[in-house]
């Protein structure tokens, strides 16, 4: 470590350290980490401080995680296309990743602000919600809060949130999800999303806030999602054909 580092706090140090030696080349993108017990070894000091040190390269991006498996080098972020409406389990397959959930809450709320907007319904309506957590094999994601129209809430209620994609359930209904307008920011996660998303509370997240229609113009879902930053990049193509790319300023509603 170098002298400029005194001053950092000791597991601030080692992760610099360890950053340094990642982007020198000697550990390639993929490859696995040292183990806990062999850094310790290394740098002469406690388990605890490495696993500080882990936390703040994987809030960082640098480094990902999964339960039971030595830490890895990420390789960059996942890429999702903006030019087609695919669910999160399909692009997580696509991307040869396994996707999984984990439910956080589900039930009836009244519409506030942008859901009420969005779907079409007055304020203090119910419409059925779902919050879950998402991850790409074992490692959280996203953070998914989707609000739908009171009709679909039996169906919903009827799916395992855990295990299966809501897009494809509804799709064996004949509910088919066919156009989306999607909106895009940059925020900074709060101290709870930060736990959820194993990050540290104030990092980077983007926000996509979804409209989603059938082939008839009916709305289908809100869904407001937070994606770990260092996880995925956005492609957004367009013509002078078709358009201009709208921008406005945001505020953080939900």
Known sequence: MTKGEDSLPLYRSIA???????????????????????LTVTYGVSRGTIRQAFAFLRSTGVVSSRRG????????????SMSELVSFSLWARSLGETPSSRTLSVGAVPASGVVAD???????????????LRLLSDVPTM????????????????????????????GDHG??????????????????????????PGAPLLRTIRR???????????????????????????????????????????
């Open 16 to 38: 610099t350290d360890i950053q340094t030696a990642i982007e020198r080349g000697d550990f390639a993108d993929g490859s696995t980490m040292p183990s806990e017990n062999e």
């Open 69 to 80: 498996a030595r830490r890895q080098i990420r390789s960059g972020p996942r890429v999702q």
């Open 118 to 132: 969005k779907l079409g319904v007055p304020e203090g309506a119910n419409v059925f919600h779902t919050h879950r």
């Open 143 to 170: 953070l998914e809060s989707t609000y739908y129209p009171e009709s679909l809430a039996p169906l919903i209620a009827a799916i395992d949130l855990d295990t299966q994609s809501i897009t494809d359930r509804l």
């Open 175 to 200: 509910i088919v999800f066919a156009d989306a307008e999607h909106a895009i920011a940059a925020v900074a996660a709060t101290s709870g999303e930060a736990e959820l998303l194993g990050l540290a």
């Open 212 to 254: 989603t229609t059938n082939p008839l113009g009916e709305v289908l879902e809100c869904s407001i999602d937070l994606y770990a930053a260092e996880s995925v990049a956005f492609v957004v193509r367009n013509s002078l054909a078709a358009g201009g790319t709208s921008r406005v300023g945001s505020r953080r509603d939900t």
